[in-house]
Antibody, heavy 129, light 107 residues
């Protein structure tokens, strides 16, 4: 079965960086994008970006541009999310999710309607001095 | 960015009730709308994608409808395991955005 397993909890000081891993199994890793979503304590869900696991191309939310880097290692079916210049506002659970899609007609072209059909268990990142 | 607004933010209901949660987008997103359920301490789980397509393995008491800017998630007969938080999400354009969530509680 499809499974995404993330690395363990991290405690970081302000200004530091964190790198979270997400190991996929049960499907062909390069057939689906990996998305990253975070959730601050008691708050809602926030999309951070995606990585195209085949090519390595990325699309980051503007909020995180310049501070986030998403990479992947196809040889071990693992995606990574690195976030730099951490502040207390970055304290959150970070999730990776597989981006499945449904092909739809958008105007005169076909498009992919993405949804996240499998999620990692989450990685708590705590930023504290 | 497309803003997603859910209502209500919280809801108390009883087992067996029919429940509807609404989600409104700040601009048309056609059917690029997904619904997720999240239980405390767990990752979200997709229930409905493309506004009305039921994810495999999800009970048929869950249904979704709508297009354009207005969407609904309906649970036809609440079961004890349905008490959780629910989020809508648009994937029409990046950044993909979620609604603020609806907490469904036992009355």
């Amino acid at each position: 079965q499809v499974q995404l397993v993330q690395s363990g909890a991290e405690v970081k000081k302000p200004g530091a960086s964190v790198k979270v891993s997400c190991r996929a199994s049960g499907y062909t890793f390069t057939d689906y994008y990996i998305h990253w979503v975070r959730q601050a304590p008691g708050q809602g869900l926030e999309w951070m970006g995606w990585i195209i696991t085949n090519s390595g191309g990325t699309n980051y939310a503007q909020k995180f541009q310049g501070r986030v880097t998403m990479t992947r290692d196809t040889s071990i079916s693992t995606a990574y999310m690195e976030l730099n210049w951490l502040t207390s506002d970055d304290t959150a659970v970070y999730y990776c999710a597989r981006g499945n899609f449904k092909t739809v007609l958008r105007g005169v072209v076909t498009d992919r309607l993405y949804y996240f059909d499998s999620w990692g268990q989450g990685t708590l990142v705590t930023v504290s001095s | 960015d497309i803003q997603m607004t859910q209502s209500p933010s919280s809801l108390s209901a009883s087992v067996g009730d029919r429940v509807t949660i609404t989600c409104r987008a700040s601009q048309s997103i056609t059917i690029y709308l997904n619904w997720y359920q999240q239980k405390p301490g767990k990752a979200p789980k997709v229930l409905i994608y493309a506004a009305s397509s039921l994810q495999s393995g999800v009970p048929s008491r869950f249904s979704g409808s709508g297009s354009g800017t207005d969407f609904t998630l309906t649970i036809s007969s609440l079961q004890p395991e349905d008490f959780a938080a629910y989020y809508c999400q648009q994937t029409y354009s990046t950044p993909y955005t979620f609604g603020q969530g609806t907490n469904l509680e036992i009355k």
